[in-house]
């Protein structure tokens, strides 16, 4: 899968596509101008946007999936992005899947960076592939959910490796 940022990486405004069919941006719809063809998009927002905003900006989704990312009230927050990620995954195989929340830097950042994590060596690398877009890293509280997610995909993924054979 490609995880290589648009030619124009300082286009922080743009959906930007994290990997093989995912893109990641804002909630607004300037932002939204992907490929034409079968969309699912997953709203990280508290709120879900108001009804045919989507359509309006062009993007007449196949399917709009709210699931609110709120991993500061979370008592789980790396099994929630966790759960969170392989959910996007999945989508991510069979259509076009468009990522955003309210600024698409916190909570749609956080989920950029555990995709990338899938497909890079290193916590480091991702960082490095997302501060290439000219964004801000997410915020420390987002950052440190990150790293425990990234630790415990790493003490994880062997054991499972194990098991499938």
Same mark, same amino acid.
Request: aromatic content about 4%; overall charge positive.
């Given at each position: 899968?490609?995880?290589?940022?648009?030619a124009d990486p300082g286009a922080p405004h743009r959906a930007w596509p994290v990997v093989s069919n995912v893109y990641v941006a804002g909630r607004h719809p300037a932002s939204w101008a992907l490929p034409a063809r079968p969309t699912t998009?997953?709203?990280?927002?508290?709120?879900?946007l108001e009804p045919g905003l989507y359509d309006r900006a062009g993007l007449s989704p196949h399917r709009v999936l709210h699931r609110p990312f709120t991993y500061w009230e979370s008592e789980?927050?790396?099994? +929630?992005? &966790?759960? %969170?990620? #392989?959910?996007i995954s999945g989508h991510a195989s069979r259509t076009q899947t468009l990522v955003h929340c309210t600024l698409g830097l916190?909570?749609?950042?956080?989920?950029?960076?555990?995709?990338?994590?899938?497909?890079?060596p290193? +916590?480091? &690398?991702? %960082?490095? #592939?997302?501060q290439?877009?000219?964004?801000?890293?997410?915020?420390?509280d987002a950052l440190d959910v990150l790293t425990r997610y990234a630790e415990h995909k790493h003490r994880t993924e062997p054991e499972e490796a194990v098991r499938a054979h």
């Open positions: 899968m490609s995880t290589e940022p648009l998009v997953f709203c990280l927002s508290r709120s879900l789980s927050p790396v099994t +929630l992005l &966790d759960d %969170l990620v #392989r959910e916190d909570r749609t950042g956080v989920v950029a960076l555990a995709l990338l994590l899938k497909h890079v290193s +916590l480091g &690398d991702a %960082l490095h #592939r997302y290439a877009r000219g964004v801000r890293l997410p915020r420390r």
